[in-house]
């Protein structure tokens, strides 16, 4: 078992229960099996919080995940490569500086992850949201994590099936929040798949396409950060993250490795 896909059983043993939870002809089975799953979790998990230093960075995985089929789009960076990592699981569990919630334009909770972190923040981030008159779809705004082991939530809202600028604003808009407030650590969910209709693939390439592009444009601070975390739920996420996360993010090698885009 490698790195990669063994850390995870160590840290959480859910996934073994997990199918009967989730029934499979439920309509909106990603929102549900998010609720329920965060109910079993907040039982058993209590401070067995995820950190960084738990999860395996896209540098240490690239030998599990698959070969390329199509030629990288960006130079190898080493450091870009350290700073990134994949991880399936529940992120109300993860203790880092900021998780991104998928919200409504309201913020005023919903289904699906947007209802799990409400739920473990407390009565208390409703009453912060309460004061921050909604957000606009792809814009992103920030409060207290409250009872999550997260200091922070950044609130984003996706656009309603699939509009690509709309989607890519989210992420950058996240980003741009995490440098204003100096976080170093942060985790996305998958914005805008499941009841909000944006196909997985396709919402997996406007996430990493954006998210490379900001850390090339604003290398200074992405030097400064610790970590960026893709979270996923379901299985079908996960390997589509796999297979793009080295198209996007090309494996360093020791002749060719860039240090610092700047440098060439």
């Not at 078992?1 to 059983?9: I, N």
């Not at 998990?45 to 230093?53: A, E, L, V």
């Not at 200091?151 to 890519?168: F, M, N, Q, S, Y």
Request: charged share 20%; glycine share 6%; aromatic share 8%.
């Amino acid at each position: 078992m490698g790195v990669c896909s063994g850390y995870l059983f160590k840290k959480l043993e859910y996934r073994q229960s997990r199918a009967s939870l989730i029934p499979s002809s439920h309509p909106q089975r990603h929102a549900l099996s998010f609720s329920r799953m965060h109910l079993t979790m907040s039982k058993s998990i209590n401070s067995n919080f995820i950190t960084p230093k738990d999860i395996p960075t896209l540098q240490e995985c690239y030998k599990e995940y698959p070969k390329p089929t199509q030629e990288p789009d960006n130079a190898p960076d080493l450091i870009i490569s350290r700073l990134l990592s994949l991880w399936q699981g529940d992120m109300t569990t993860l203790k880092i500086d900021a998780i991104v919630n998928a919200a409504n334009e309201s913020l005023l909770g919903g289904g699906g992850i947007d209802g799990a972190i409400h739920r473990a923040a407390g009565r208390e981030l409703l009453a912060e949201c309460q004061t921050l008159g909604g957000c606009k779809t792809g814009s992103a705004k920030i409060t207290k994590g409250y009872r999550l082991p997260s200091r922070h939530v950044i609130h984003t809202v996706g656009p309603i099936g699939e509009k690509p600028d709309l989607l890519a604003s989210c992420y950058r808009n996240v980003l741009d929040v995490v440098r204003e407030n100096q976080l170093k650590t942060v985790a996305f969910c998958c914005v805008s798949t499941g009841v909000y209709g944006y196909d997985n693939t396709k919402a997996a390439h406007v996430a990493l396409r954006t998210v490379g592009d900001w850390l090339r444009e604003n290398y200074d601070y992405t030097k400064q950060m610790e970590r960026v975390i893709f979270c996923t739920f379901l299985d079908k996420d996960q390997q589509i993250y796999k297979k793009l996360l080295p198209i996007y993010f090309p494996e360093p090698q020791p002749d060719t490795t860039n240090q610092d885009p700047e440098v060439n």
